[in-house]
């Protein structure tokens, strides 16, 4: 060596646990203190910046989503400002740094690296080396490195080699490190594991560490410096708690919206690819934050209700409390806090343990280590099992697990939900989209239920096979006849002959096309599919984004039996919104690279390019026949909203398996959707009406407000008359009768209307 005497500074230290920042911060610091006792090298432990993934060891690989999130965000690559902020302060202070980091990919997106780089005291990387195969569940977060780190560099201090933790029991690495002649080794490690103790004949890390760093410094005749973390259990306990959320750009105010923030992501790399993670791209969405939280509330607020309409299901686990014998609260309460670490937060809903029930009465212990009441308003889900009397045939009990929410300065006893529920709501004039809710959370379930899933539109389907009638001289006040019909299996395209039913079995005779598409009449739309004919409104629908391909040509469409995904349902009725344009909803408005040009800006207005794809006056008629839904169909409890100048469908598929509601007016359209992932019966009475619309009301209701009250202006070309709403005639002067719209070309004489039977 060329010193006879080196100052070595070993930082037996914590993270800033998963916060970058902070943990630089503190490393820099260290660098600082540690060259002003004249120190000539210091080493910091593994995966220092900014901490290790000690969860792998103790939750199961589906609860650390958000916590994997949390790390890959704070996580740097081998360029990072992060890494030239080292070399800065490495040169400024003449002094070597072993910097143990979580490595980014530039090539893959999540992919991480276990990394430890030598800066040299000139600012200069000497060494980068990435652990070679990271040990059983590292592998959760790590991927395999390679061997181009097994190398020795010479210093002003000697000549210097490094492995990551278990690599120091690996023969071949050291010796290789030996052979080039090593004379200073450094050993990184994570803190002890929070799941060992100290019993005998247990692994114990501390011993292993000392063992295995003196036999390489026996057997190398090497200078051994050992780099070991350092997190105490409390501290462990309230990193692995604390709450993750998205935030938008720099606000202050955390804005959820991670299936948006997905779809950013996934249409970037598309677009740049692996260049997008490293341009400084700024890109700005149209997702507007009163509208998604709006969404966010509804979606919630509609499981949760769905929820108390039916059975308490077994808690998701049970904590052992009458077997423990607990000094006092406080160690009690450590202990369940460790119990509860097993279980995530989502969003609001917050595991707890119960401490005690009465019917009235509920009292336990949440993660986030407050003891609360829940009364009577927030034990909907429990009523019926509180009251069981004998208490051994009661689900829930002391010790059970379940989970808490905060609303309105009420707590509520709920459970996570095995239903999905899914908003997305657009600007039909530009195709902006609003508001997005993918699921009910981001991090349990990725599945996006507005873009990925292709589900059965039910009734929602019905207006379009009514918009395609229009245009074959069907009226507003034509007769159909709302009576059983039998469908031979040659019609069906099937193997077995049909005979439809209405939802409620019941069959009102000849009515007008208003009343059945209000009350959502199966056989109507039958009867109205079958005269104009199925090839026909197949060749229509594709008018409004739907691909012909999921729909087949048969008798059964009018019923949405074919496959939508929520996005295309929400641009259709976009269609009837605006006056018959077509606008593909998009969700980035514009995108700013480094140097503050802007390299992508979305068009949001009409233009000769946007495509006019119905009729204006079809849509103006399609329009007043919705608002009739809320009026006096299935939708009417949308009217206490107190909006005339809204409209919509309810929709329920086959078996209850979907609900859905689409519903608009001129600025505005949203579509709401309940289901299981695996199709199943939402349950009794579950219908579009029940399930979808209230999520819709409660969505539309805040949001309405920025809008004044707005109709849609009458087209040329049609004329309101005045007709017999028994039989759907012109009525005669001083006769009772409403107004119906009409093509000039289909307007009906005085004894001029016909019958669908």
């Known amino acids: 060596?060329?010193?006879?005497?080196?100052?070595?500074?070993?930082?037996?230290?914590?993270?800033?646990?998963?916060?970058?920042?902070?943990?630089?911060?503190?490393?820099?610091?260290?660098?600082?203190?540690?060259?002003?006792?004249?120190?000539?090298?210091?080493?910091?432990?593994?995966?220092?910046?900014?901490?290790?993934?000690?969860?792998?060891?103790?939750?199961?690989?589906?609860?650390?989503?958000?916590?994997?999130?949390?790390?890959?965000?704070?996580?740097?690559?081998?360029?990072?400002?992060?890494?030239?902020?080292?070399?800065?302060?490495?040169?400024?202070?003449?002094?070597?740094?072993?910097?143990?980091?979580?490595?980014?990919?530039?090539?893959?997106?999540?992919?991480?690296?276990?990394?430890?780089?030598?800066?040299?005291?000139?600012?200069?990387?000497?060494?980068?080396?990435?652990?070679?195969?990271?040990?059983?569940?590292?592998?959760?977060?790590?991927?395999?490195?390679?061997?181009?780190?097994?190398?020795?560099?010479?210093?002003?201090?000697?000549?210097?080699?490094?492995?990551?933790?278990?690599?120091?029991?690996?023969?071949?690495?050291?010796?290789?490190?030996?052979?080039?002649?090593?004379?200073?080794?450094?050993?990184?490690?994570?803190?002890?594991?929070?799941?060992?103790?100290?019993?005998?004949?247990?692994?114990?890390?501390?011993?292993?560490?000392?063992?295995?760093?003196?036999?390489?410094?026996?057997?190398?005749?090497?200078?051994?410096?050992?780099?070991?973390?350092?997190?105490?259990?409390?501290?462990?306990?309230?990193?692995?708690?604390?709450?993750?959320?998205?935030?938008?750009?720099?606000?202050?105010?955390?804005?959820?919206?991670?299936?948006?923030?997905?779809?950013?992501?996934?249409?970037?790399?598309?677009?740049?690819?692996?260049?997008?993670?490293?341009?400084?791209?700024?890109?700005?969405?149209?997702?507007?934050?009163?509208?998604?939280?709006?969404?966010?509330?509804?979606?919630?607020?509609?499981?949760?209700?769905?929820?108390?309409?039916?059975?308490?299901?077994?808690?998701?686990?049970?904590?052992?409390?009458?077997?423990?014998?607990?000094?006092?609260?406080?160690?009690?309460?450590?202990?369940?806090?460790?119990?509860l670490r097993l279980y995530p937060t989502f969003d609001k809903f917050i595991p707890g343990v119960v401490l005690k029930t009465q019917p009235l009465k509920l009292e336990a212990y949440l993660k986030n280590g407050k003891k609360i009441n829940v009364y009577k308003s927030g034990l909907k889900l429990l009523k019926k099992d509180l009251n069981i009397e004998v208490e051994g045939q009661r689900l829930v009990k002391p010790g059970s697990i379940l989970r808490f929410i905060r609303k309105n300065n009420t707590w509520i006893a709920t459970q996570l939900p095995e239903v999905e529920s899914a908003l997305v709501s657009i600007d039909p004039q530009t195709g902006a989209v609003l508001a997005l809710v993918g699921g009910f959370n981001f991090y349990r379930n990725k599945y996006n239920h507005i873009t990925q899933a292709q589900r059965q539109p039910g009734s929602i389907f019905k207006p379009f096979i009514y918009s395609a009638a229009l245009e074959k001289g069907i009226t507003p006040a034509t007769l159909v006849n709302d009576a059983s019909i039998y469908i031979t299996a040659d019609e069906l395209g099937s193997n077995e002959n049909w005979e439809p039913q209405n939802y409620n079995n019941k069959f009102l005779g000849a009515i007008r096309l208003r009343e059945g598409l209000a009350k959502s009449k199966n056989l109507v739309a039958i009867r109205v599919l079958k005269h104009i004919g199925p090839t026909y409104a197949l060749d229509y629908i594709s008018k409004f984004g739907f691909n012909p391909k999921k729909h087949n040509p048969y008798l059964s469409m009018a019923l949405g039996v074919g496959e939508v995904s929520a996005l295309e349902m929400v641009a259709a009725y976009g269609v009837f919104a605006n006056g018959g344009y077509l606008k593909k909803p998009y969700f980035i408005d514009r995108i700013i690279d480094a140097k503050g040009r802007k390299i992508k800006q979305s068009s949001s207005v009409m233009n000769e390019e946007t495509p006019r794809v119905i009729d204006p006056r079809n849509a103006f008629i399609m329009h007043d026949l919705l608002k009739e839904v809320i009026k006096s169909g299935t939708a009417r409890r949308a009217k206490n909203l107190k909006r005339p100048d809204i409209a919509g469908k309810t929709g329920t598929t086959n078996d209850l398996l979907d609900a859905w509601f689409a519903g608009f007016n001129p600025d505005i359209v949203t579509v709401t959707w309940m289901g299981y992932d695996q199709p199943k019966p939402l349950g009794k009475l579950e219908t579009g009406s029940r399930a979808a619309l209230p999520i819709w009301i409660d969505y539309m209701r805040p949001i309405l407000n920025d809008y004044p009250i707005k109709g849609m202006s009458e087209p040329d070309g049609i004329i309101p008359l005045k007709i017999n709403t028994k039989n759907g005639m012109l009525a005669k002067e001083n006769e009772d009768g409403i107004y119906e719209y009409f093509y000039d070309e289909y307007t009906p004489s005085s004894n001029a209307y016909f019958l669908i039977n």
């Not at 919630?300 to 609260?329: C, S, T, W």
């Open 1 to 339: 060596m060329k010193n006879s005497k080196i100052i070595t500074a070993v930082a037996h230290v914590a993270s800033e646990y998963l916060n970058l920042e902070k943990t630089l911060e503190k490393s820099m610091s260290l660098i600082k203190e540690a060259a002003g006792n004249n120190a000539q090298i210091i080493i910091f432990p593994e995966a220092f910046l900014p901490g290790f993934p000690y969860w792998n060891a103790i939750n199961s690989p589906l609860q650390n989503h958000q916590l994997f999130l949390k790390l890959y965000e704070n996580s740097i690559s081998i360029d990072s400002i992060e890494i030239k902020k080292l070399k800065k302060i490495a040169k400024e202070n003449n002094i070597i740094v072993s910097m143990g980091f979580n490595e980014k990919s530039p090539a893959s997106n999540g992919t991480l690296w276990n990394s430890n780089i030598i800066i040299s005291e000139n600012g200069n990387i000497l060494n980068h080396h990435r652990k070679i195969v990271p040990t059983f569940y590292e592998k959760l977060t790590w991927s395999n490195g390679d061997g181009a780190g097994l190398k020795v560099k010479k210093t002003t201090i000697g000549n210097i080699g490094m492995l990551i933790c278990g690599e120091n029991t690996n023969s071949l690495a050291k010796y290789s490190l030996i052979a080039q002649g090593e004379q200073i080794h450094i050993s990184s490690y994570p803190a002890k594991w929070p799941t060992q103790t100290s019993k005998s004949g247990q692994y114990n890390l501390e011993t292993t560490i000392k063992m295995r760093a003196g036999a390489h410094a026996f057997e190398g005749k090497v200078f051994n410096l050992v780099a070991s973390g350092f997190i105490d259990k409390t501290t462990y306990i309230l990193a692995i708690d604390e709450p993750i959320g998205l935030v938008e750009n720099s606000s202050k105010s955390e804005l959820k919206a991670n299936y948006v923030a997905e779809m950013v992501r996934k249409a970037l790399y598309e677009e740049f690819g692996n260049n997008v993670y490293t341009s400084g791209l700024k890109v700005y969405t149209t997702i507007r934050k009163k509208n998604q939280r709006a969404a966010n509330r509804a979606i919630q607020n509609g499981i949760i209700n769905y929820m108390n309409r039916h059975d308490l299901k077994p808690p998701e686990g049970y904590v052992e409390l009458n077997a423990k014998d607990f000094k006092d609260d406080k160690e009690r309460n450590i202990y369940l806090k460790q119990q």
